[in-house]
């Protein structure tokens, strides 16, 4: 009896130490999931800060699971069907589509169930913000642009490499991508700023994503190319406002 006893703990000890070892897996060779733990990460820590509900916070964390859930349901169905067959299926190909669309559908309710927990919140603490920096001496922010004019102009003297557009340090594309996020954040007003500014910064990213995947930019380049659109625009703003 005790030897039965002591065969099924070690039998349950081992799926877990199975259910972990397919966790790990996923996060180490799914770049998606890594995205999607990050996310889940600075979502968990900015719910603390901001001090959410208990009903809010139930929420979060069963969108979060719903969205882990489906990308590991995911890349089981690929890795399966990669074993089974070694040539094109349209089937395959099929299944592979639907296992993607529920990922896509998981992380689309994730992010609605965010937009709804943090945008009042969101909101008051970014429009505080705004009216602080447009409180903000100009002098201040066009010695910050000079700065960082310098910088930039150094940092092309000394590589040698890129155009205004293509390549080099800072990325041109990610630059006007997050002007342009800056400048839909500074003239719409009232109730809708926080999900224009969200809408907008969320496609200054996808534009910086493009440009790193693509290998025209480095990570590094297109932050910096991001920042200095923004201090621009937010320089154009100051002056001219």
């Known amino acids: 009896m005790e030897r039965m006893t002591r065969r099924r703990a070690q039998t349950l000890l081992e799926s877990f130490n199975f259910a972990f070892e397919g966790i790990i897996h996923v996060l180490r060779t799914q770049r998606n999931m890594r995205i999607h733990f990050l996310a889940a990460v600075i979502v ?34 690929e890795q399966a069907i990669d074993v089974a067959t070694t040539s094109f299926d349209p089937l395959a190909k099929l299944a592979k589509d639907v296992a993607a669309g529920a990922v896509l559908i998981a992380t689309v309710n994730a992010v609605a169930v965010g937009y709804l927990v943090f945008s009042g919140e969101v909101a008051d603490r ?7 920096l447009r409180d903000a001496p100009a002098q201040i922010t066009l010695i910050a642009l000079v700065l960082t004019i310098i910088v930039v102009i150094g940092t092309k003297a000394y590589t040698g490499r890129g155009t205004p557009l293509r390549g080099g340090l800072p990325s041109g594309h990610a630059a006007i991508a997050f002007a342009g996020w800056m400048a839909a954040t500074y003239i719409v007003d009232g109730s809708h700023r926080f999900l224009i500014s969200s809408l907008t910064f969320i496609m200054a990213l996808l534009v910086a994503q493009t440009r790193v995947e693509s290998g025209v930019h480095s990570a590094a380049e297109v932050a910096y190319g991001g920042a200095l659109g923004a201090l621009v625009t937010l320089v154009v703003f100051q002056v001219l406002a």
């Open 126 to 132: 970014s429009s505080r913000l705004l009216e602080r």
């Open 44 to 77: 968990l820590v900015t719910a603390v800060v901001i001090g959410v509900s208990k009903l809010e916070l139930i929420a979060l964390l069963l969108a979060i699971a719903f969205v882990f859930i489906t990308e590991m349901v995911n890349s089981a169905i």
